[in-house]
């Protein structure tokens, strides 16, 4: 059973609109983060939660929402979509804080803004 | 700010050659060290970390040597195979933030 659920899988979009990334985990982890990976950026940190708190936002642009409404949950609001915004958005967890700790990636979701 | 070095670009290899992939860091104090790999179309996967001087990870014939000396952390297999084919991140673990930072990635094909 996959261990980090993000729905969907592929998202097209057209340019200024707006889409929420679903990401839920079924490890028990208490801390969450956001990654963004494209050709110009390999594999960019976003956001990282921990007890569904803000602990880092690398994210200049507010278009860029984390939203934990529960403990295994952390969706991604992205408003006002450009094109420069397509890529793929993985979800991420670990057990404890993230700079010791070994994290869990999801499968993905590939957002294509047209 | 911290960061990360490592190899860049594609390294291509013939099945049972040596891999090194190098990997060098900035950043005070001790800093955890990861590995990780990806392979197509999913995301990247957890292969081990290192988080004091000379300290070794290792996982899968995959091995590294944290060096506190001259900042590194290099990946290194005696004998890759076909299947290793994929692309490896260094990461560093920022010690006054919350959060890993990623090298650019070296993709590596085996030919078989």
Not at chain 1, 5 to 13: E, F, G, N, S, T
Not at chain 2, 42 to 48: I, M, S
Request: charged content about 20%; some cysteine; aromatic content about 14%.
């Amino acid at each position: 059973d996959p261990k980090i659920i993000q729905k969907p899988k592929y998202l097209v979009a057209v340019t200024g609109s707006e889409k929420i990334l679903i990401c839920e985990q079924y490890l028990g982890h208490n801390a969450m983060y956001w990654y963004r990976q494209s050709a110009k950026k390999p594999l960019e940190f976003m956001f990282s939660y921990s007890y569904q708190k803000l602990m880092d936002n690398q994210t200049a642009s507010s278009r860029f929402q984390p939203q934990s409404s529960k403990k295994n949950h952390l969706d991604l609001q992205i408003t006002a979509l450009k094109p420069d915004d397509s890529a793929t958005y993985f979800c991420a967890s670990s057990r404890v804080r993230v700079n010791y700790a070994e994290q869990f990636f999801g499968p993905g979701t590939r957002l294509t803004v047209l | 700010g911290d960061s990360v070095t490592q190899t860049e670009g594609q390294v291509a290899l013939s099945e049972e050659d040596f891999l090194t992939i190098h990997c060098n860091y900035s950043a005070s104090g001790y800093p955890a060290l990861f590995w990780y790999v990806q392979y197509p179309g999913e995301g990247p996967q957890f292969l081990f970390r290192a988080s004091r001087d000379k300290e070794k990870g290792s996982s899968r014939g995959f091995e590294a040597t944290y060096d506190k000396g001259t900042t590194s952390f290099h990946l290194r297999k005696a004998s890759v195979q076909e299947s290793d084919s994929a692309v490896y991140y260094c990461a560093l673990g920022d010690p006054n933030a919350y959060k890993v930072i990623f090298g650019k990635g070296t993709h590596l094909h085996v030919l078989p």
